[in-house]
């Protein structure tokens, strides 16, 4: 059997990976699944935690952060189409109307 | 008691939000203020039944949510909170080209999240209701669809939202792998008990503050604030300042006033709530000095008082956080109205400059905006006096000296920008005409409540008191 | 008698607010006749209080009358309650009499100003928050008054506000006495966790009763005196004063000389079992009074704007209230803030007769020789500067005679030669302002000679009103040479001030101590008279003769330049410094510098805010890594 701590470790790495691809790539759709991909570090936790500790509970807290994070998407990239539709662009480094 | 009576709050928003989805198809769209009356129908009886519900101590799902008096308290100012800002928008909609159905909609399920927030001690269920508001809040920061402005708050409200909700997720998860749960009283049990995963539970909590910190608006997780406030449409810049906070505030208030119980386990954490307290208040009234933008002031503002609230955290006093939290409600809803006051077709007034003068030529606008500014500088006789006061002199109790001395010499600073603002209004001679729509009963009517709730709450606080101590005697929940 | 006491401030906050909602629209006449009956009324009800009071026995005292249970929930206690006892009632007489008097000065003085009636709005309502303040039985209801007496002097100073330095002097008067309240509220924290009620009674009970520590005692006594020297113009924080000058004339009489500057004053006097339980903080107070006294005076030498030597003459007699209040003394204290209230405002009014007269002037050097045209002001300005002065038969005499008495009999010797010595330069300086003003010869500009008139009646009544009371107030407090019991005035303050001991002096002593003081304060108007009537070239001869000592005071001994060579490591500012005006520059840096500083630091943080969404993560992500490490390492 696999220890707990490889889970944790590679869902850290993945986690990691999202925070820092969020704030590397300039392409808000990148950057949106960059938040995807820590979710899923997270539901990957939350299924190490549930198989260790023998319960439920985590497995099915994953459906809801799965469900989450599906919602997100549609709310979001109807945000962002509605960007494009404005501005002809998805770069993120054009978004800075507001400063200060 | 396990009753199905537990869901009506949450339910009759929902419901509500449902109706006027279906109303706007039959609609014609100068029509669409009916959707208004209806919502504040609802809202009416939402909250009549918080107050029915009082001392019953209603829970349903297990328990996962529970009617105890604070969430029906907290249930009770976020609806009052709603109220006022559909109140304060039914005109702006029509003057600002923002009148969509979905607007009603949107807010009542923000609501209807916030109120699941409050009423569940449970961090899925929380996270849940957490998501609800904010999927809804995304939208509504974006609802003025040709104004690029508008759009530009939708999504660094969105990109970062979903940020923050990324860490709030592998905190929870953290806190279940450390704890076994993800009930808030099982996980302070379980940090308390000091478990082999102490340190995978400590992670958890600070992800989770990081989490909650970002809705809150506390430094350094602030920094969406200032831009969504100044994108998106003002009644709806009014909401995000005090409802995401109360409940912000209200998920903290249930982790860490049972959490700080134990002092030896928690000093670390005492630590670092006390470092983001300090420079939460630091750097928001500071750099509010610089602002000329009337709604980025009002948003630096709100950052600072998240610092203030986080005193109160740090304090352990329940009462009075919330305390402050209502008298923050009437005052931030009353500038804001105030602001959204002085607008007409197509265009509103925001900068600093476009106040010179109003003081007297608009006297009632002016003067209940200076009630409410002198209020959020914390003078007496007003509700943000007292509320400063109270927490202030409970983080003295508890010995937070230091603290308190940090967070006094910061109101100093921030003096200066709510009065430069009356200083504009009252004596400065003004360099161009500023005309408004002044025929807006709605708003003067959420103007006169919120100005009463200001000076109730400086003036007569004691039936409220009465009633917050009344909810908070619930704790530990 | 007393049931209607709490009515008092309350007068003045319904005119308040007619005034607010309504005045726009009310005709001139009819809103100084409210303003003035609004405060009219209140003083009646003061003064049928008082009798009331004096009716009343020991053991029924404070009359409290709770008007709502204001903060009352878990361990707070806090009721908006008033309260009447002698203090109160002393205070209340002052605020509402002198107050009332010069409202109706003010009809004069404001007559042809077009914010007439902003101006008498923001009048009533200083009224109603400085009774409020000396009205409130515990400390956060007088809290409530004291910032808003601080909001109302605020608004009143930069009430010419088209003018930039009157707004500029506003701000800095906000500033300085924020940072004052900053410290007071500090204390009411201290005593609302150690003590657990801010209800005076409960306060002096508690100490009493040992609730707290001396060095506890100390730490909370010094924290309110910095709250009273900002409000109370003291060293380090009396700054703002002069400058609040820009105000008009009548609100630098109520406000910044007869009431609102002396609340530190009279909340020491309240406070008094804590300061004497404290002893330490008591002689703070004592040396910081008298050090205020004598630095005040010496800057009021050369000045010679009219009002400001008023201003620093303000200064300087708060400060012997201080040595009053810090030497035990805390009858005498409040005694000289009663006599002060009358013949300082009325010195005030009389040099707004004086600046109305002249269309506007303010600099001595452009007057002399008015005594002829203004024969009703004159002789009233006289009355006050004899009264201040300490020239028996005055009300000012007796008052200062008590303090320094007292100073002297505690054994403190070194302040009761300051204050002596400050007598001798009080002396000095008013009557080189009556000679400059009223004597010698005529330096007016030609246009302002053209208008030269006497004021109307309006302003000239209260003049003659305020000079009787200059003259009659000290009789209510004799000393004790004259007889025994004729001290009316401390026997009323007795059950509030709780004295520690009392030391008497022999009769002898006493009357030496007297010709002390007459001596100095003829010897200061003697070498007046020489100076500015006699010879007057004698000032120029000195300055001739002792540049150092000239320019050593003209430089408050050099402290601009001390400060200098010590912090900022230049001497060549100094030739510029000599030029400019007696204000403690490196206070005044202190306090812009700070701005720029806040200013700064505000710069620096908003510079982050860049608007990219890149950075905001960044700033997000970097706050996450030091979060977390916290918590690890």
Redesign the interface.
Known sequence: MIPLNYFLVLSIILFALGAIAFFVKRDLITQFMAIEIMFNAANLAFLAFAKSAGSLDGQIIVFFVITVAAAEAAVGLAIILLIFRQKKTIKSEDIKLMKG | MNTIYALFPVLIIVAASLLVMILEVFLKREDRSYLAYISLLFLIAAAAGCVKFWDKGYSYFDGNLSLSNLSLFFCFILIIATFLVILISMKYLTLQNANYGEYYVLLLFALSGMIIMVSSSDL?VI??GL?VLS?SS??LA?LR??D??S??????Y???G??????L??G???L??AT?A?AIPSIVEGLQSGSSFG?LG??GL??V??GFG?KVAV???H??T??VY??APTPITAFFSVGPKAVGFAVLLRIFIPYFKDALESQ??F??LW?IAAITMI?GN??????TNVK?ILAYSSIAHAGYLMVAILAQDT?SLVFYLTAYLFMNIGAFAAVIALGKKDHEYLELEDYKGIGFRY?WIG?TFAVFLISLAG???TGG??AK??V??AA??QGL?SL??IG??AS??S?FYY?RII?YMY???PSYDVEINIDNPSLFLALFLCLYGVLQLG????NI??L??QAVAALPF | MTDYFWLIPFIPALSTLILVLFGQKLPKKYVSFQACFAVFASFAISVISFIGLLQTSHEHLPIIKNLFSWIHAGSFQADLALQLDPLSSIMTLVVTGVGFLIHVYSVGYMADDEGYTRYFTYLNLFTFAMLILVMGSNLVVMFVGWEGVGLCSYLLIGFWFDKHSAANAGKKAFIVNRIGDAAFLLGIFFIFTHIGSGEFSVINAAIGGGAITQGLATLIAILLFVGATGKSAQIPLYIWLPDAMEGPTPVSALIHAATMVTAGVYMVARMNVLFTFSGSANSLVAIIGAVTAVFAATMALTQNDIKRVLAYSTISQIGYMFIGCGVGAYAAGMFHLFTHAFFKSLLFLAAGSVIHALSGELNMQKMGGLRKYLPLTYPTFLIGAIAIAGIPFLSGFFSKDAILTSAYANGQYLVWALGIFCAVLTAFYMFRLIFLTFFGNERLEPEAKKHLHESPPAMTIPLVLLAFFSIVAGYVGLPVVVGKDLNFFGRFLEPVIHQAHEVHLSLGTEWMLILISIAVAVTGIFIAWVFYIKNPKIPKNIVARFPGLYKLLYNKYYVDEIYNTLFVNSTIKGSEIVYDHFDLKVIDGVVNGSAKTTNFFGKVLSYFQTGYIKDYALIFLLGVILLLGYLLF
């Open positions: 899925i996270f849940l998501e999927l995304y939208a974006g669809r040709e690029e402005k759009n530009e708050a939708a999504v660094k969105f990109l970062l979903s940020f923050a909700s990324a860490f997720v592998f929870i998860a953290f279940y792998g076994q993800t340190t400590l992670v600070g992800l503050v990081i970002f430094v350094p997780f920094m969406w200032p831009d100044q994108g670390l954490m630590g670092l470092i750097a500071l750099i509010a000095l610089r602002q980025r009462q006297p003067a003078f007496p006789p006096f007292l006061f109270y202030f002199s003295v109790r000296v308190v001395i006094v010499l100093l600073v003096v009065l200083i004596m400065k001679e003036i007569f606080p004691g008191l009465v917050i101590s």
